[in-house]
Structures are given as structure tokens and as C-alpha cells.
């Protein structure tokens, strides 16, 4: 009988260990953990928070997030768009905002090479297209200046963009450092 005990108490320790570390990786701290390396670590939580499903591998995760920021991309090019057509008249402004519709077409293209990178497990590229959709939406931002300012409201939009990509970067990023 003590034989037999001995065995259960430690299959049950071991199923214990196995389920409470599976559980650990897979749980909202894997949120907290890919939100603390990106660049608006409270933005990137009201992202990540509804696409996180309990269960979810971070592969899972990886998948909605880059299917997600690629419609949110595609969503600021489309306003981007939007405004280039209303500023037609303003040849500064209008050639801004074409700057950023080629910019965020790049970053949208990557983020969706991205899904085909995750798909094939190749997460260095995930992660190398990643930063590329950061940096085109980063340098977005740096058309404004020599006294065209930035308006407010796109301001808002395209850190959002920016900071969509920083998430995919972290994601990625943990992708690459857990396959090691």
C-alpha cells in the first residue's frame, strides 16, 4: 500500500507541476509579459485583453493579435486616405498624408506577411517584419514638420498604429526567445 502511494503522490505532484506550468504560460501574465516590452505598455492590455481566450497558447495569441493589427492598420491607411483626398487642395498637407498611405501600406503588407511567417513557424521574421511595420509607422509621424503640424486626432491614430505594431514586435519577440 505504501508503494502505491508513494507512485500516486508523485504522479499527482508531477501532473500538478505540468498543468500549473502549461497554465502559467498560457495565462493573463503572458499579457503582463508581452505588454511590458512595448511602447504603451496600458494600450497594449486594452489590446491583448479581449483577444486573449483561457487556453490560448501564445501562438494562439500571436495569430489574433497579427490578424487584429492588420485590420487596425488597414483602418488608419484607410483614414489616411481619407485625408489625403479632403486635403487635395493643400499640396504640403496632401503630400504628407501620401507619404503615410505608402508608409502604412508597407507596415499593413508586413504585419500580413507576418500571418504567413507565423504559420510556417519562422518567428525571426515574424519578428523582422514586425519591426519593419513599427518603423514605417513611426516614421509616418516624422513627415509633419517644418510648420505643418500634426492634427490631434490623427496624432492619436497613428501612435495607436505604432504602438500595434510594438505589440506584434513583443509578441513575436517572445515567440523567437521561447523556440530557442
Given at each position: 500500500m505504501h508503494i502505491f502511494s508513494s507512485r500516486y503522490f508523485f504522479l499527482f505532484t508531477l501532473l500538478?507541476?505540468?498543468?500549473?506550468c502549461s497554465h502559467a504560460a498560457?495565462?493573463?501574465d503572458l499579457i503582463t509579459n508581452i505588454c511590458s516590452k512595448t511602447l504603451?505598455?496600458?494600450?497594449?492590455?486594452?489590446?491583448?485583453?479581449p483577444l486573449y481566450r483561457s487556453g490560448d497558447s501564445l501562438r494562439?495569441?500571436?495569430?489574433?493579435?497579427?490578424?487584429?493589427?492588420?485590420?487596425?492598420?488597414?483602418?488608419?491607411?484607410?483614414?489616411?486616405?481619407?485625408?489625403e483626398i479632403q486635403s487635395s487642395k493643400n499640396t504640403?498637407?496632401?503630400d504628407?498624408?501620401?507619404?503615410?498611405?505608402?508608409?502604412?501600406?508597407?507596415?499593413?503588407?508586413?504585419?500580413?506577411?507576418?500571418?504567413?511567417?507565423?504559420?510556417?513557424?519562422?518567428?525571426?521574421?515574424?519578428?523582422?517584419?514586425?519591426?519593419?511595420?513599427?518603423?514605417?509607422?513611426q516614421?509616418?509621424?516624422l513627415n509633419f514638420g517644418g510648420g505643418v503640424s500634426e492634427p490631434a486626432d490623427f496624432k492619436n491614430l497613428n501612435e495607436k498604429g505604432r504602438d500595434v505594431c510594438s505589440i506584434v514586435l513583443a509578441v513575436a519577440n517572445l515567440l523567437v526567445s521561447r523556440k530557442i
Open positions: 500538478t507541476i505540468l498543468f500549473c498560457n495565462s493573463p504603451n505598455p496600458t494600450y497594449c492590455l486594452q489590446f491583448l485583453k494562439d495569441l500571436a495569430k489574433d493579435t497579427i490578424d487584429s493589427s492588420s485590420k487596425f492598420l488597414f483602418f488608419v491607411y484607410d483614414e489616411i486616405h481619407v485625408r504640403v498637407l496632401n504628407i498624408y501620401h507619404k503615410c498611405g505608402v508608409q502604412y501600406t508597407a507596415a499593413t503588407n508586413a504585419i500580413r506577411k507576418g500571418q504567413n511567417a507565423l504559420g510556417s513557424g519562422d518567428y525571426r521574421n515574424l519578428s523582422s517584419l514586425a519591426a519593419l511595420a513599427l518603423k514605417q509607422a516614421n509616418c509621424e
